[in-house]
């Protein structure tokens, strides 16, 4: 009887820790962060096929007072224009959870009217400060997720490449925490330049993804191109840059279902470039385009949220619109202090017609590209 009962007691202790174990994989989201998934599931998708456009917006740290305190009302105003009239279907946002703060709250007081508020992604840039974001996240409206260089940052070009790199990773855990935080976690995967994945290469990474996650597929996962070891010879090469400009994926369907499959545009604005990226991410079945801040000519450099928020109210009119391409016109933007108000009076025109200026069947020639003139989007 005694060998019995210690045989008893030993089967149940192994199936309370085999029950802890399965526990331990399995994530469960709290209703917060479902709620969240409903949002983000909606902006990454849409109903009529087409790509959604999701801006990137890298907010300042300025160091001098006077700017520090005027950033708050520059941040609102940039999240009115994203919302009204960009009409963005997602924002990802890089800086600080402070700096944040006042577009969570222009786009949470916007719900229930319209246009409502778009969903905001926050990026974090160290993994080391996850658990501050995320604790400094909870006071701040309108967030919904937030997006995670996986391996921070390191190209892969293959599903064992990946499998290699996640056995020691501590994602699992990160992508627990956001969960708990009420948020939904969004990979990033750096695809090496020239690589390319067939549907079954892409159905097994997206398997192996949602174990990394800890069992739970996420809402959309973010694919990006590495950099070339020419991509700072600007223009050099047009022709090869926008080949590669976009992550090759032969997606299935029934994977696309899971998730909503985001291709990074980090193109420069001019020439028809970003039309031409956004084109191949539809035609390779993407539902969304994640259009980085390298798009908008000189913003690093000169990161002016006024200029931003024009930018974008007029390069996504264009890229939304349904008109011919076959068209050129101007756009002044000077990117120094003093932008050229011409570029404002643009803006409506560009949103409210696709165009700028008379079509022509050739090439501007008074176009001045050094001047800050570029031509299409």
């Known amino acids: ?126 993994s080391a400060n996850l658990s501050s974001s995320l604790e400094e996240l909870q006071t701040v409206d309108g967030v919904e997720g937030v997006m995670l260089s996986f391996f921070g940052g390191k190209e892969i070009d293959s599903v064992d490449a990946y499998l290699e790199e996640a056995k020691d990773s501590a994602i699992t855990d990160m ?37 990394t996650c800890g069992g739970l597929d996420p809402v959309s996962i973010v694919f990006t191109n590495g950099e070339t070891a020419d991509s700072e010879e600007e223009e050099s090469n047009e022709e090869e840059e926008e080949e590669d400009s976009t992550p090759a994926l032969s997606i299935p369907a029934s994977v696309s279902k899971r998730t909503a499959f985001i291709g990074s545009i980090r193109t420069n604005a001019g020439g028809g470039r970003m039309n031409l990226a956004t084109s191949q991410l539809s035609t390779d079945k993407f539902n969304g385009a994640f259009l980085r801040a390298d798009c908008v000519p000189g913003y690093r450099l000169n990161p002016d949220l006024n200029v931003v928020g024009g930018f974008w109210s007029a390069a996504m009119g264009d890229l939304k619109s349904l008109k011919s391409k076959n068209f050129s016109f101007r756009s002044k933007v000077k990117l120094e202090k003093d932008v050229p108000m011409e570029w404002y009076n643009y803006q409506k025109d560009i949103m409210d017609s696709g165009a700028l200026g008379k079509p022509s069947g050739g090439p501007d020639p008074t176009l001045n590209s050094e001047g800050g003139d570029y031509k299409g989007f």
């Open 1 to 126: 009887m005694v060998v019995s009962s210690h045989s008893g007691v030993a089967a149940i202790s192994l199936a309370l820790l085999l029950l802890q174990n399965v526990n331990a994989l399995s994530i469960t989201e709290s209703s917060r962060a479902q709620t969240a998934r409903s949002r983000l599931s909606e902006a990454f998708r849409s109903p009529s096929k087409k790509l959604t456009l999701h801006p990137e917006i890298v907010l300042p740290e300025p160091s001098d007072p006077t700017a520090l305190l005027l950033r708050a009302s520059e941040v609102t105003k940039l999240s009115q224009v994203l919302r009204t009239r960009a009409k963005a279907n997602a924002v990802f946002v890089e800086g600080t959870v402070d700096a944040l703060a006042p577009m969570g709250k222009e786009q949470e007081d916007a719900r229930g009217n319209f246009p409502g508020p778009v969903p905001i992604v926050y990026s974090l840039t160290d």
């Open 175 to 211: 992508c627990s925490a956001i969960w708990e935080a009420g948020l939904q976690p969004i990979p990033e995967l750096v695809l090496s330049p020239g690589s390319e994945w067939s549907e079954e290469d892409v159905e097994r990474l997206v398997d192996a993804v949602k174990d």
